[in-house]
């Protein structure tokens, strides 16, 4: 008897237990939510502002006035750009009319893997900027395509891209020199830059037969 009479009192005890759990699972999450709505506004804030940081690497403030971050164009995974996932361009504009795009690129025949680019190309089709974003070349030696860890701080060697019209360059000079083209590169250290070389020019060639598209005046 002294048994039976426990079992209901046991009961009510896990059920008060049980419930005590499912407020605090609730009100924990419900302070969780609140707080992620709370922050959220911050965490784009700062999302933004390092992705501009990263645009106005390859391309001057001077050259548009318009919101990058919003007039943008969703590519589908295109092959000349190297992406096997959907991607964004940015569309800038001076004065209502088209001045440049910043575009992903991905060199996927680097030393190590693929290699990320950012890519600035004017309207006229002459590149303004190249950028590495992400690669995981040899350090100290494959690493030199990135301008903070190139030796020659004057002129780095990214920087070769720039005011070149890749349309109207032989393809036999986008090689590096070592192999009869115009760009130069390290000794020893000659597969990272030929991925990258290969991949600008396809980019900048995919730019040119789509420019109508990809430089439309109206926003979409």
């Not at 990058?68 to 209502?96: E, F, H, I, W």
């Not at 575009?103 to 680097?110: K, T």
């Given at each position: 008897?002294?048994?039976?009479?426990k079992s209901p009192s046991?009961?009510?005890?896990?059920a008060r237990t049980a419930?005590?759990?499912?407020?605090?699972?609730?009100?924990?999450?419900?302070?969780?939510?609140?707080?992620?709505?709370?922050?959220?506004?911050?965490?784009?804030?700062?999302?933004?502002?390092?992705?501009?940081?990263?645009?106005?690497?390859?391309?001057?403030?001077?050259?548009?006035?318009?919101?990058?971050?919003?007039?943008?164009?969703?590519?589908?995974?295109?092959?000349?750009?190297?992406?096997?996932?959907?991607?964004?361009?940015?569309?800038?504009?001076?004065?209502?009319?088209?001045?440049?795009?910043?575009?992903?690129?991905?060199?996927?025949?680097?030393?190590?893997?693929?290699?990320?680019?950012?890519?600035?190309?004017?309207?006229?089709?002459?590149?303004?900027?190249?950028?590495?974003?992400?690669?995981?070349?040899?350090?100290?030696?494959?690493?030199?395509?990135?301008?903070?860890?190139d030796k020659n701080k004057?002129?780095?060697?990214?920087?070769?891209?720039?005011?070149?019209?890749?349309?109207?360059?032989?393809?036999?000079?986008?090689?590096?020199?070592?192999?009869?083209?115009?760009?130069?590169?390290?000794?020893?250290?000659?597969?990272?830059?030929?991925?990258?070389?290969?991949?600008?020019?396809?980019?900048?060639?995919?730019?040119?037969?789509?420019?109508?598209?990809?430089?439309?005046?109206?926003?979409?």
């Amino acid at each position: 008897m002294t048994k039976l009479a426990k079992s209901p009192s046991a009961m009510k005890m896990a059920a008060r237990t049980a419930i005590i759990l499912f407020l605090f699972v609730v009100i924990f999450t419900g302070l969780l939510s609140g707080a992620y709505l709370w922050t959220l506004p911050t965490i784009e804030a700062a999302a933004a502002e390092e992705k501009m940081k990263l645009i106005n690497e390859v391309l001057p403030r001077s050259s548009y006035d318009n919101d990058l971050l919003k007039d943008t164009l969703p590519l589908m995974p295109t092959a000349a750009l190297g992406q096997d996932d959907a991607s964004t361009v940015y569309r800038a504009r001076r004065n209502g009319q088209a001045s440049a795009l910043v575009f992903e690129a991905i060199a996927p025949d680097g030393y190590a893997g693929k290699i990320y680019l950012l890519i600035a190309l004017g309207a006229d089709g002459t590149l303004i900027g190249v950028r590495v974003t992400q690669h995981k070349e040899t350090p100290g030696l494959g690493d030199y395509i990135e301008p903070k860890k190139d030796k020659n701080k004057e002129r780095p060697w990214i920087t070769q891209f720039d005011g070149l019209v890749p349309v109207a360059i032989d393809v036999r000079e986008w090689k590096v020199k070592k192999d009869g083209g115009r760009f130069d590169s390290v000794a020893g250290a000659t597969v990272t830059p030929r991925a990258v070389i290969k991949a600008v020019r396809k980019a900048a060639l995919y730019v040119a037969e789509n420019h109508e598209q990809l430089f439309a005046t109206e926003k979409r």
